[in-house]
């Protein structure tokens, strides 16, 4: 790599692998050559401070923090890399996994819904069809009462990373097309709802995980609000609220326009300004009354805006995001 | 739009030469309607915080002035320049700008849409007592209230929601249905805008809803639930389709509402009045729960 490459990255991953047994000896290698003491350009000096930050990060990236909750006479530990405050507590997230303490006081939103358990996004499904939505269903391992309040552990992959501190890392608005490719997700998501005939009724930035190196989506939190398409929802995270029709406001019943709505809302708030006429056209639009009519104008949408399909790499890894916290 | 002030002196100037002791059919004189407030030359309405109102609130109230509203039309017409003055100077909302439509029925009416400028100051009942009152309509069980979410959905800017994400607040009245779409040849005769396909009424309004609060007044006054269709509006508004059971009170009750999407307790609002009003407003607001409204950042239960 040469000093105007170095200058301009951004993530960790345009300089060094992420595995960082891999990197130690990139990094010496480029200390050696960029130094200031060593290198005439009198750009070295920034150069070196690229590597050292992006380094530094890499380092720090994978020292867990952990924690004790209290549960009767026995103490659960978790270990974390990064505290996500939530309106209903805090998450927790780890490598593999992701810990979600419900307050006290909303735990009952938790226990009292037919959402909580795997059954309810999963039951009478397919096996290729499941291994398809295993990709952005919830996956619970654990529920236990604490002290502190209602602890859910769940799985996640290694890649995925909370969408909130995606947006954070790039200044709270994506490229049009990482923004495109979660839209894409989401709205799959949402057809498979319909199919389903349930309504997430939880579509937010602080309640998914992306994986920016696999172009996948998944719903990682709030999941415990969804509920059968006509039946009656115990609550709403405020984002979501925001977005609920007012007679949905008025009688609490599950509707499928909700998703959809929360789907343009996120996908106004990610895109930035110079984003395609199409694609921002398509977030002010009207909404269709079924996701798979949506998607399909979305797709016409992508090629009208993008010219088709093409994968777009998107280098944030952990140790961009989990610094800032 | 929207700059100056509104003064209590030049109400009662204005009110005093236009407006006291005449009939409807002389404040209201319009016999067609005006190009200036025609929305196929409309491409924008903007509400913009000014010097004067440095923080603004847009409000678009949509009048139904088809025929079947004729006998409350005199009443209406004239109590909204009192409402104006009452929001003006209440400001149960921060600086709020106004901007008056007349609805008709884009199926049968020659102008079954005008629009004001969004204004701050007398303008808003000087433009008000310029709109023509068609009395049009026909008996098909609706009249065209949803061509005032269109509007505001797509032609209108405010930097309420540029740059404070912050909701405007519609109210249409009238005392008939809604039809369930808006025809893409009629959104094509009354705003000129070509549109693939008719949108229907339900995603319009959660369309509108993304920058507005959205009320509809059904003005029941002699009439019955089923004259002002009013289960059909609670099947799509829930608690924002308001009966209004005294057309003497709407000011009253639109000030109400204004302070209730400001966040301020319904109980507390409803005993700002007195007597005959704090009923209507009992009435109207009774279905509202404020708290959920006014919860922000956390969890809202059902």
């Not at chain 1, 960790?12 to 960029?34: N, R, T």
């Not at chain 2, 309004?205 to 059904?218: G, I, K, T």
Request: glycine letters at 6%.
């Amino acid at each position: 790599m040469d000093i105007s490459d170095i200058l301009k990255c951004k993530c960790c991953i345009d300089i060094f692998p992420e595995d960082i047994s891999l990197a130690q000896p990139i990094y010496m290698a480029l200390m050696l050559k960029y130094h200031p003491d060593r290198c005439s350009n009198p750009r070295a000096p920034e150069a070196s401070a690229v590597i050292n930050e992006m380094f530094g990060k890499l380092k720090k990236a994978h020292s867990l923090q952990e924690k004790l909750f209290r549960c009767g006479s026995q103490a659960i530990g978790i270990k974390y890399l990064m505290a996500v405050t939530q309106e209903y507590g805090v998450e927790y997230v780890g490598e593999n996994a992701v810990w979600l303490l419900i307050k006290d006081d909303l735990a009952d939103c938790f226990t009292r819904s037919e959402a909580r358990t795997d059954l309810f996004f999963r039951e009478y499904l397919p096996q290729q069809i499941l291994a398809q939505a295993e990709m952005f269903l919830p996956f619970v391992t654990k529920v236990i009462d604490t002290e502190e309040g209602l602890l859910v552990e769940t799985c996640k992959r290694k890649g995925e990373l909370p969408l909130s501190r995606v947006l954070d890392f790039y200044g709270g608005k994506l490229d049009s097309r990482h923004a495109a490719w979660i839209i894409s997700r989401l709205l799959g998501i949402c057809c498979y709802a319909e199919a389903r005939g349930i309504v997430w009724n939880c579509l937010a930035e602080e309640n998914l995980f992306i994986d920016p190196a696999e172009h996948t989506v998944r719903v990682g939190g709030g999941w415990w609000f969804a509920a059968r398409e006509g039946s009656r929802m115990i609550g709403a995270q405020s984002t979501v609220y925001a977005c609920l029709s007012s007679l949905t406001k008025t009688d609490g019943t599950a509707r499928h326009i909700t998703d959809l709505e929360c789907v343009k809302a996120i996908a106004r708030r990610i895109l930035p300004d110079d984003a395609p006429k199409a694609v921002i056209d398509y977030t002010e639009s009207v909404c269709s009354s079924s996701a798979f009519e949506e998607m399909e104008k979305w797709e016409q949408v992508i090629t009208d805006g993008f010219g088709g399909r093409k994968f777009t790499h998107m280098n944030v890894r952990l140790p961009d995001i989990s610094e800032s916290v | 739009m929207g700059y100056g002030s509104w003064s209590s002196a030049d109400w009662k100037k204005y009110s005093s030469a236009k407006i006291s002791g005449k009939r409807v059919n002389d404040i209201y004189n319009a016999t067609k309607i005006d190009k200036k407030y025609d929305p196929k030359y409309i491409k924008v309405r903007e509400s913009f915080d000014s010097a004067d109102h440095p923080v603004t609130t847009p409000i678009i109230i949509g009048l139904d002035v088809t025929g079947s509203m004729s006998d409350l039309l005199d009443v209406t017409a004239k109590r909204l320049g009192e409402m104006v003055k009452d929001i003006i100077e209440r400001q149960p909302v921060e600086g709020p700008q106004i901007m008056f439509c007349a609805v008709g029925d884009s199926r049968c009416d020659r102008s079954p849409l005008q629009v004001t400028q969004f204004e701050s100051d007398i303008r808003i009942a000087s433009q008000l007592t310029e709109l023509w009152f068609e009395r049009g309509g026909g008996g098909n069980n609706f009249e065209s209230y949803p061509l005032v979410w269109y509007l505001a959905a797509n032609k209108t800017k405010t930097d309420a929601w540029e740059k404070r994400q912050q909701k405007g607040i519609i109210f249409t009245l009238g005392d008939d249905g809604f039809p369930e779409k808006l025809l893409a040849k009629e959104i094509e005769k009354v705003f000129g805008d070509y549109v693939r396909e008719d949108i229907d009424t339900e995603a319009l309004l959660a369309q509108v809803s993304r920058r507005y609060d959205v009320f509809h007044l059904m003005v029941m006054d002699r009439r019955s639930e089923s004259t002002v269709k009013l289960p059909k509006w609670r099947e799509l508004m829930g608690e924002r389709a308001i009966a209004v059971t005294d057309v003497n009170a709407i000011p009253e009750i639109i000030v109400s509402l204004l302070e209730s999407v400001a966040g301020r307790e319904t109980e507390d609002i409803i005993n700002s009045w007195d007597g005959d009003t704090q009923l209507a407003v009992r009435n109207a607001l009774g279905g509202l729960p404020t708290q959920k409204r006014g919860a922000l950042n956390s969890i809202i239960r059902f």
